[in-house]
């Protein structure tokens, strides 16, 4: 039997705009190529993880069309939240174009309690926990060209036929983790991935974790901690410097759960001589001391992010997760007094928070001065955690597909939840997730990017559906843009219905710039008509941003681009109008305008010499 190729993949967080793409490391598929050739079956299987700078830029067809041509046995997709229903689509694709190839899931999506990823017919097998030994036990269960392994493996799901929903009775056993990291390796060190390909190393050098919180899916895999030792932690910080790295995240979910963490942290600081990289990783605030914040700043930390929650007792009471307000307080003063950012985390939406109880949190942070930056989130109720378990007795109704945000309590409607998140923007001064500056420069390679549609005479001939990137940009220029509405939303949704996780950006620019045209191309029925036409299918980032407060943001964009020279004769109200809908980008020279000369949704885009877009 010849070697079966087998594929490792990791989608990327999808972008708001066609700007690269920076940080889907496949940690996962390393870990299990490295895992699975460590326990010889390199011989049997040519394993191999999919490039990350192609899983970042492909388009939906694309990206199935290059698995394909791979020509794989097996592929496995690692889901998340924000990419497990791209995933699935693209597996489904993938399966239509090489029939007979085996999908496996696995990752915090694949859990016994989400049936609609288990009851889907676009994948062979399901990971179910910590995957590398089920990963190798899988492929060491197929040698001998069975479809399904002969004996069943733990933590393995198997559904009992395509599309079928889940049947609890063929839930996989709880897989026992490894007994210690070290039994993983280094993805690093084997050379499976590499710390200068976006100068960053992830490092996980526990799993588990000592909390229970209710809202966080991390503790259900793993009945203890487990570590990786000191000497492997030691060879990764030794390859990050020789690469060049400049950023360090630290993946375990509570940095200072371990009893040794002083020690731990002065093993950072050896690994980091001179701090020729920043680190970066969670803590509790609690227990964090001038002392340790001293050997967090001399080890290289320049950021840590924090969990408060909520300050409410009877929230803390239902997550499971009691705060210490006055540990906490000294612990936030204490990093900041250190020259360390402090990032501070609230849920809204959390069983047992009132309107008030959750502005009550707002106040604390802000009046105290608790924070660096505030973070303030919905309450998501995620696949495997005790949330989920408890939704029904606990009131929550959310979201069926990701990203699962609450939508009601039984104290909080979602009229109150939209109203907080507004209030947390006034209260810490920011806008959450605020959109990038549209992206406008293209250049005449870039035509897997670019679709540039003249409705008024010969039109550039499209880009083939399997050539697309996954960020595509619709240019539509015309005299008359709003009497061409109904051929734009055609083209729209064709370009959505051949790529339906498309990060889409339609600019639409007026060829005749006279006042008339300029205020034609602002109207609401325009701009709404076609903000609709994007969202009829709605993916994961336009759900994210449902519950969010300002202008639509999520996958697709309108984009309105005008000349600068027209914007004193332009109505200020029909700008304003326009920009609930739409970013209003005014071409012309650079410096043209000064950025607080401009509203939030407005930007200048300076075309020569060098085009950039620039905003307030």
Not at 213 to 234: A, E, G, R
Not at 271 to 295: D, V, W
Not at 548 to 575: F, I, Q, S, Y
Request: aromatic share 8%.
């Amino acid at each position: 039997m010849s070697t079966r190729r087998v594929l490792l993949v990791q989608l990327p967080i999808p972008p708001l705009g066609p700007a690269p793409i920076r940080g889907n490391v496949p940690l996962a598929g390393a870990y299990l190529k490295l895992y699975a050739e460590t326990r010889g079956l390199g011989a049997d299987y040519d394993i191999e993880v999919f490039p990350a700078p192609l899983a970042n830029t492909l388009g939906d067809r694309a990206l199935a069309e290059a698995l394909a041509a791979r020509g794989p046995w097996l592929v496995g997709f690692t889901c998340y939240l924000w990419n497990v229903e791209r995933t699935l689509w693209v597996a489904r694709e993938l399966k239509r174009l090489r029939p007979g190839v085996k999908v496996l899931v696995g990752g915090p999506e694949i859990t016994t309690d989400n049936a609609w990823v288990l009851g889907s017919a676009d994948y062979d097998f399901a990971a179910v926990g910590e995957g590398e030994q089920t990963f190798a036990a899988l492929l060491l269960g197929l040698l001998g060209g069975e479809d399904v392994p002969p004996v069943r493996i733990d933590g393995l799901y198997v559904p009992p036929g395509a599309g079928e929903r889940f049947r609890p009775e063929l839930a996989p056993k709880f897989r026992t983790p490894l007994p210690d990291l070290d039994r993983l390796g280094s993805p690093y060190l084997a050379g499976v991935l590499d710390a200068a390909d976006e100068r960053m190393l992830l490092l996980e050098t526990t799993r588990g974790c000592v909390f229970n919180c209710k809202f966080c899916y991390y503790p259900k895999s793993y009945d203890k901690q487990y570590y990786l030792s000191t000497d492997l932690v030691s060879a990764s910080l030794a390859h990050a410097r020789t690469r060049g790295a400049e950023e360090v995240f630290l993946l375990d979910p509570t940095l200072n759960q371990r009893k040794d963490f002083a020690e731990f942290v002065r093993l950072l600081a050896r690994g980091n001589p001179g701090r020729k990289f920043k680190y970066f990783g969670e803590l509790r605030a609690e227990g964090i001391t001038p002392e340790i914040a001293s050997l967090l700043a001399e080890a290289g930390f320049t950021e840590v992010e924090v969990g408060l929650q909520s300050v409410e007792r009877d929230a803390m009471d239902l997550m499971a997760r009691r705060n210490n307000l006055k540990a906490f307080e000294k612990g936030v003063r204490a990093l900041i007094d250190a020259g360390i950012s402090v990032t501070v985390d609230l849920i809204v939406g959390l069983p047992g928070d009132t309107e008030e109880s959750v502005r009550r949190g707002f106040r604390y942070l802000r009046d105290g001065g608790l924070y660096s930056r505030a973070q303030v989130f919905n309450l998501a109720v995620l696949p495997g955690t005790a949330f989920r378990h408890e939704a029904g007795e606990l009131g929550l109704h959310f979201q069926p597909r990701p990203p699962y945000y609450v939508l009601r309590t039984p104290t909080l409607d979602r009229a109150a939840l939209l109203g907080l998140m507004h209030e947390a923007q006034d209260v810490f001064d920011v806008e959450f997730d605020a959109a990038p500056p549209p992206v406008l420069d293209f250049g005449p390679h870039d035509r897997t990017r670019v679709w540039r549609v003249d409705l008024d005479g010969p039109r550039d001939t499209a880009p083939a559906p399997a050539e697309r990137a996954q960020a595509l940009t619709l240019w539509f220029r015309a005299a008359d843009l709003p009497r061409h509405s109904a051929e734009i939303a055609r083209l729209i949704r064709q370009s959505l219905d051949v790529n339906p996780y498309t990060t889409l950006q339609v600019v639409l620019e007026p060829s005749a710039p006279d006042a008339e045209s300029v205020q034609r191309v602002l109207g609401p029925a325009l701009l709404n008509a076609l903000l609709a036409a994007c969202l009829e299918n709605p993916t994961y980032l336009d759900k994210f941003y449902a519950l969010l407060p300002g202008r639509p943001n999520g996958a697709k964009r309108l984009v309105v681009l005008l000349p600068l020279e027209a914007r004193e004769a332009t109505d200020p109200d029909a700008v304003a109008e326009a920009g609930a809908f739409a970013s209003v980008v005014w071409r012309g020279a650079a410096g043209a305008a000064e950025p607080d000369d401009l509203e939030p949704h407005e930007y200048v885009w300076a075309a020569t010499p060098i085009a950039q877009p620039v905003g307030g």
